[in-house]
């Protein structure tokens, strides 16, 4: 189909035959041959070039117009054979939207006003064709512009429909407010998730909007006027948790409000956001993190466990098995004294004996000290010595010490606790380090002890640190979380690793958990 240029008419005289032309797709109801021409004259003057119909009767115009394709209806008025009553009708019955003028001679001024309140879009007598180009032009952009309307109001039905249909099916509740200058606040909309969420009707939340406040817990009332106030004070989106009391039987829910802010020109403030009900999953967390802490308290557990029953298991090794030998040695040298020289080959096997009892000792001294040494009775402090002495005599590895008090008093658990950090932590630096130094620094301040390691090796990488198998680091972090403190972790590829570990102590809780043996192997 053609559209209509709404440039100035040209004359004939003055239109260019080369200048191109707009199509314009007529169907003319006239039964004049002489009279069509006249027509289509004018409409070429004007600047269209007409792809014209003629019809005379009802069936010839509905054939046409089911054709479809047309532009502008022309009709002459009665024709003998076809009123423009009845020209109107099947125009209208049609259900197109194309323009149609009356262009006639046979026609007085009250009959036309009749035919343009019936429907016609303009009138044009044949004596004065001037009029008719204009005419057209302006019904076509009227057709336009109607159309243009049509679909805008169309599309913006669609899309209103697709929204609410989304917001309808989007669990929580969308809603849109105005927050004016006065700080006063107005819901212009609520979907309809209002009633499944807060157990009231949209409607109800729109006419008084404050019930949603009143529906929040007292103790968490603060964190949204915060959360609200500091997103309006930046124009930055809101996203406040907290807890809602709803309905007769004050059900409580957790919610989720995410939403944000748009200025308008006037100096409101508009916000888009929408409410979500988050109690499912914040239970699951608060169990989650219940899980956890009991986890770590069991593991805690455990690990004490194991300590008492290494220093039990250090002990019966060292006063049990360790007394039988030594009872063992001195009746073998006793036997040793009193074998006469020509008994060489009884004493011969005598002194072998005494060898293997010799050997037993120390094994039996190595077991229990690798259960619990004995230094960890005479302090935290002289245990991390001892422990980094036996570092660097078994690697030759440096080890410098920095203590400024010597007389920290810890009680058993954070001792043992301590130590077995220390000594995980010299133990991944004897594995994967290679390190040829390491700083040791241990203080107590504040409530607080601080173990500091820190080497100069090949450092770890944060793949290096997350690895799933990497127990030795969770057992640290796990010990050390147990007792309210943290390990921390710096390290750069070839820049070494330094390992933090923070715990806070009580000073009154120092004394001993479980006895403590006072031999030192």
């Given at each position: 189909m053609g559209k209509a240029n709404a440039a100035t008419i040209m004359p004939?005289?003055?239109?260019?035959?080369?200048?191109?032309?707009?199509?314009?797709?007529?169907?003319?109801?006239?039964?004049?041959?002489?009279?069509?021409?006249?027509?289509?004259?004018?409409?070429?003057?004007?600047?269209?070039?007409?792809?014209?119909?003629?019809?005379?009767?009802?069936?010839?115009?509905?054939?046409?117009?089911?054709?479809?394709?047309?532009?502008?209806?022309?009709s002459d008025h009665n024709l003998p054979s076809f009123p423009t009553k009845e020209a109107m009708s099947v125009w209208q019955n049609s259900g197109q939207d194309i323009p149609l003028i009356i262009v006639s001679d046979r026609i007085g001024e009250e009959a036309a006003v009749a035919l343009m309140k019936a429907g016609a879009h303009d009138f044009v007598a044949k004596g004065n064709m001037a009029r008719l180009v204009p005419a057209v032009q302006r019904s076509l952009l009227e057709t336009k512009t109607r159309k243009q309307f049509e679909l805008a109001q169309n599309a913006l039905q669609e899309?209103?429909?697709?929204?609410?249909?989304?917001?309808?099916?989007?669990?929580?509740?969308?809603?849109?407010?105005?927050?004016?200058?006065d700080g006063t606040v107005r819901l212009t909309y609520v979907s309809e998730g209002c009633n499944q969420l807060l157990g009231i009707t949209p409607q109800a939340l729109q006419d008084t909007p404050g019930l949603f406040l009143d529906m929040v817990i007292a103790e968490d009332k603060s964190s949204l006027s915060q959360a609200v106030e500091t997103a309006t004070e930046k124009l930055a989106t809101c996203n406040w948790e907290g807890r809602i009391r709803v309905g007769e039987q004050g059900e409580i829910k957790w919610v989720n409000l995410r939403e944000s802010p748009r200025k308008l020109p006037d100096g409101d403030v508009a916000w888009e956001g929408i409410i979500s009900n988050i109690t499912q999953g914040k239970f699951a967390e608060i169990e989650i993190r219940r899980a956890h802490q009991?986890?770590?308290?069991?593991?805690?557990?455990?690990?004490?466990?194991?300590?008492?029953?290494?220093?039990?298991?250090?002990?019966?090794?060292?006063?049990?098995?360790?007394?039988?030998?030594?009872?063992?040695?001195?009746?073998?040298?006793?036997?040793?004294?009193?074998?006469?020289?020509?008994?060489?080959?009884?004493?011969?096997?005598?002194?072998?004996?005494?060898?293997?009892a010799d050997r037993m000792i120390d094994s039996t001294r190595r077991i229990a000290r690798d259960l619990r040494p004995g230094v960890l009775d005479y302090g935290i402090v002289p245990a991390i010595q001892w422990q980094a002495k036996e570092f660097r005599k078994r690697l030759g590895i440096p080890c410098e010490i920095e203590c400024a008090d010597e007389d920290i008093v810890l009680g058993s658990d954070l001792s043992a606790a301590i130590f077995r950090i220390f000594q995980e932590t010299l133990t991944n630096i004897s594995k994967h380090a290679n390190a040829t130094r390491v700083k040791i620094s241990f203080k107590a301040a504040d409530g607080r002890v601080e173990l500091l390691v820190s080497d100069n090796g090949r450092g770890?990488?944060?793949?290096?640190?997350?690895?799933?198998?990497?127990?030795?680091?969770?057992?640290?972090?796990?010990?050390?979380?147990?007792?309210?403190?943290?390990?921390?972790?710096?390290?750069?590829?070839?820049?070494?690793?330094?390992?933090?570990?923070?715990?806070?102590?009580d000073l009154s809780q120092a004394s001993q958990v479980f006895p403590e043996q006072k031999t030192l192997f």
């Open positions: 004939a005289a003055d239109y260019p035959d080369d200048m191109e032309r707009e199509i314009l797709h007529v169907l003319m109801v006239e039964d004049s041959v002489d009279d069509s021409e006249l027509i289509l004259e004018a409409l070429r003057e004007g600047g269209f070039e007409a792809d014209c119909q003629r019809v005379e009767t009802a069936a010839a115009m509905q054939t046409a117009l089911a054709a479809g394709g047309w532009d502008v209806i022309l899309s209103e429909a697709r929204f609410r249909t989304i917001a309808a099916n989007i669990p929580g509740m969308i809603f849109q407010s105005i927050m004016q200058s009991e986890l770590g308290e069991l593991s805690s557990h455990f690990q004490t466990l194991k300590e008492r029953e290494r220093m039990e298991l250090s002990r019966e090794i060292h006063d049990d098995l360790g007394g039988t030998l030594t009872a063992i040695k001195i009746d073998l040298l006793w036997l040793i004294d009193r074998l006469p020289p020509e008994k060489a080959l009884l004493l011969e096997k005598v002194q072998f004996i005494d060898t293997l770890m990488s944060k793949q290096d640190r997350s690895k799933p198998r990497s127990f030795g680091i969770r057992g640290m972090r796990e010990r050390s979380r147990y007792l309210g403190g943290d390990v921390r972790i710096d390290s750069m590829p070839g820049k070494g690793v330094t390992v933090i570990v923070s715990i806070p102590y």
